[in-house]
């Protein structure tokens, strides 16, 4: 099972006392200020519920499945997110 997003504003909504529109807004700007960060290179951090950081990959070779053939894989970014220690205890 999982939290679309209407769900999601709906029960921040509910947490908080706002308006469903105000609690869309405030994910929007959460949203936003993550891809700005992450985009940047910088880490952010909501401490006991997770992190996420942009990690550079390094050229690789890999194969191609159906050919087995040896193909050459730029360097690159990625994303890592690391749940906090109340996310972990939350999953138990």
């Known amino acids: ?24 807004a405030l994910l929007t700007a959460l949203s936003d ?3 700005d960060a992450v985009s940047k290179g910088e880490k952010v951090s909501i401490p006991g519920i997770l992190s996420v950081e942009r990690v550079e990959r390094a050229a690789r ?3 191609n499945p159906s050919t087995g053939e040896a193909i050459e894989i730029p360097a690159g970014f990625g994303v890592k997110v690391s749940a906090g220690s109340r996310l972990k205890a939350a999953a138990k």
Request: hydrophobic share 45%; charged share 25%.
């Open 1 to 24: 099972m999982s939290i679309n997003r209407s769900e999601l504003v709906a029960a921040v909504a509910d947490k908080t006392g706002a308006s469903k529109s105000d609690a869309d």
């Open 33 to 35: 200020v993550l891809l």
């Open 61 to 63: 070779t890999g194969r």
